[in-house]
């Protein structure tokens, strides 16, 4: 196990409402981070507002607040909108997908194919200076170039970062539209997830 003085200094929050998952993750990223946990959306938003988290981890399906609830919390408040966020879920709908990624989620673990190497991987890639923005899918590379070229563009003529005002998950599903390759790619994450 890694010395206090030679861990990386990115906060981890573990948002899960199930203790044993929960403690797994946290044997697996307590190594590296200093992991703080929540066993529910409610609790996970207030403690990340006193403590900010770099990276959360937030499972769908939870009490009281479930995880795409969380997400806007999150997007929505100032001090938390740029949180990197890996949502955890074991429901790989199309609607919680799409749900999920219009939220702003930064990427996925389905818990049905979970392995601990996936889960390091993905907190790495966030933890790292400049880590990825969007949801790791077979064409992230292409919608990363573009959030990329967005935000050179947008911070040239806006100096002050602000965060975008989220919509509701239900007039986010209502306004989605997705072109052909859009829907192809959505496909295709569907299929490598079944």
């Not at 997007?75 to 966020?85: A, D, F, G, Q, V």
């Not at 889960?119 to 933890?127: G, N, Q, T």
């Not at 200076?129 to 563009?153: I, L």
Request: proline share 5%; glycine share 6%.
């Amino acid at each position: 196990m890694l010395q206090a003085s030679e861990k990386s200094n990115a906060r981890i929050l573990v948002i899960d409402d199930d203790p044993l998952f929960r403690n797994l993750m946290v044997s697996f990223l307590r190594r590296e981070y200093f992991v703080s946990v929540a066993s529910d959306g409610s609790e996970g938003f207030y403690k990340a507002l006193e403590y900010p988290p770099d990276i959360a981890i937030v499972d769908v399906q939870m009490p009281v607040w479930d995880g795409l609830q969380t997400l806007k919390a999150f997007r929505s408040h100032p001090t938390l909108c740029n949180t990197k966020i890996i949502m955890l879920t074991s429901d790989a709908s199309k609607g919680t997908v799409i749900a999920a990624i219009q939220g702003g989620a930064n990427d996925y673990i389905i818990k049905t194919s979970f392995s601990k190497t996936e889960l390091l991987d993905k907190v790495r890639k966030f933890a790292q200076p400049g880590g990825g923005n969007v949801a790791n899918t077979p064409n992230s590379s292409r919608r990363q170039n573009s959030v990329t070229a967005t935000n050179t563009v947008s911070q040239q003529m806006e100096p002050v970062k602000t965060c975008p005002e989220p919509a509701s998950i239900e007039d986010q599903l209502g306004e989605l539209s997705l072109d052909k390759s859009e829907e192809e790619m959505l496909e295709e994450i569907m299929d490598e997830w079944e």
